[in-house]
Structures are given as C-alpha cells and as structure tokens.
C-alpha cells in the first residue's frame, strides 16, 4: 500500500515560531502537495510540486514556503506562525501513471497544528 | 477557490438506509473524483468518474455525473454504522495543471 506519512499529528507552537511539517512517501511518487483544512472550507492547496526542487503555489501560498530536496519527502515551512495558521495540514502524494493521467491523491494522516 | 460544493452539509440516517450526496462545480472538468474523511484523519479515494462516464460502481458505491448540469452524486446503498465519516467530491481540470480543486464536504452519520 502507498504510504504517505506526516511527521507529527499534533503540534503547538507560538506566535512567531519557525514551524516544519514534514512529509515523506514511500512509493516513488511524483507528485507532492500541502493543503490545509478548515471547517466549513474545505481542502485548500498551498503549495505543490511535480518534481525535485520545483515547487508551484497553490491557492493560499502567503506566509508558507516548502522544500523538495528528495522526491519522497515534502516539507511545509510557516516561517512565522501565526495564529490564523491553526488549522489540520494534509499531505498528499501521485503519479500521473496511476490512473491513466487521473490524478488520484493519497493522503497522509494529517497535522494539527495549534498557534498560541 | 473552491470548485465543488456538496449538498447537502450533514446527512444523518439509519443504519441500512440509503444516503445520497450531491456536488455541483462551476466549470468543465476532466475527471470528478469522492473521497472520504473519518474523524480528524487524512482523506481516503473512493472513486473516480471521468467526464465521458455517466455512472460507475465500486461494491455499494455509486456515482453519477451529468456534464450538462456540471453536478454529480455519490450514493452508498444499505449504509453502515462505518460509513459514518465526511465526503469530499473534488474535480480536476487540466488547465488547474491536474491540481485536485475540493469542496467544503458532506458529513454522515448513520445511527445504528
């Protein structure tokens, strides 16, 4: 089975801190990506990436950054956490050739990341 | 930007009911996919429908899509106290660059 696992399920951090989520996959998948989860919001993506060190932003980019020096592993940088940065953080990997093209996610457990 | 928008928010049935959501979206797609969310974990595959396909199965799954009305529903037959959990429709467009566009979720409970 592919496997997509986050780092830390749960975290607490203060205003201002540098926060890393980290991400890795182990079934050679090309595709990686952040999105972040709020009630009534639904899923929205951060930041994703087809490839070693590319990167593209997503939807709500500002005040994140990431890393892919490898291609199992995904990194989500809050270079100053705030508190509307409270939220569960989803990782999710693909492959192009899973699915015909289709681009089929498979999600890590999540992160749920607390401001103070 | 969201994409999809479920209908209806939250579903509460019994156990062995059917349940039935729905999820319209605003532009054309190449492909509408339903994912499932148990409590506080990450989303799961469920099933994917293409936008040449009208229905497809998967065991007590079903899902329609109707390209016209740019809406789509997934049914679960004879639900279970299991299939308690959120449902996300999400679509995929290749001008989005095969990024997966989510809606807000459909959350069931079925009462056993």
């Known amino acids: 089975d592919v496997k997509v696992t986050q780092s830390s399920r749960y975290l607490v951090k203060r205003t201002g801190e540098k926060v890393f989520l980290e991400c890795v996959q182990d079934?050679?998948?090309?595709?990686m990506f952040w999105y972040r989860q709020d009630p009534g919001l639904g899923l929205r993506l951060i930041y994703f990436s087809y490839d070693v060190k590319m990167k593209e932003k997503g939807d709500i980019p500002e005040g994140y950054s990431v890393s892919r020096e490898k291609k199992e592993r995904f990194s989500l940088i809050l270079e100053s956490a705030s508190t509307n940065q409270t939220s569960m953080y989803l990782c999710?990997?693909?492959?192009?050739?899973?699915?015909?093209?289709?681009?089929?996610?498979?999600f890590g457990a999540g992160s749920r990341l607390t401001v103070l | 930007s969201q994409q999809g928008e479920e209908d209806p928010q939250a579903l509460s049935i019994q156990e062995g009911e059917n349940a039935t959501m729905n999820c319209s979206y605003k532009?054309?797609?190449?492909?509408l996919q339903w994912y499932r969310q148990n409590s506080g974990r990450g989303l799961v595959h469920l099933i994917l429908i293409r936008s040449n396909e009208r229905e497809k199965h998967s065991g007590r799954l079903r899902v329609t899509l109707d390209t016209s009305k740019k809406s789509s529903s997934l049914l679960i037959t004879a639900s279970r106290a299991a299939d308690t959990a959120s449902y996300f429709c999400?679509?995929?467009?290749?001008?989005?660059?095969?990024?997966?566009?989510f809606g807000a979720g459909t959350i069931l409970r079925v009462k056993s």
């Open positions: 532009t054309s797609i190449n492909n």
């Open positions: 079934m050679d998948h090309e595709n």
């Open positions: 999710a990997s693909s492959s192009p050739g899973q699915q015909a093209g289709a681009n089929v996610l498979t």
């Open positions: 999400a679509t995929e467009k290749m001008e989005y660059g095969n990024k997966l566009v």
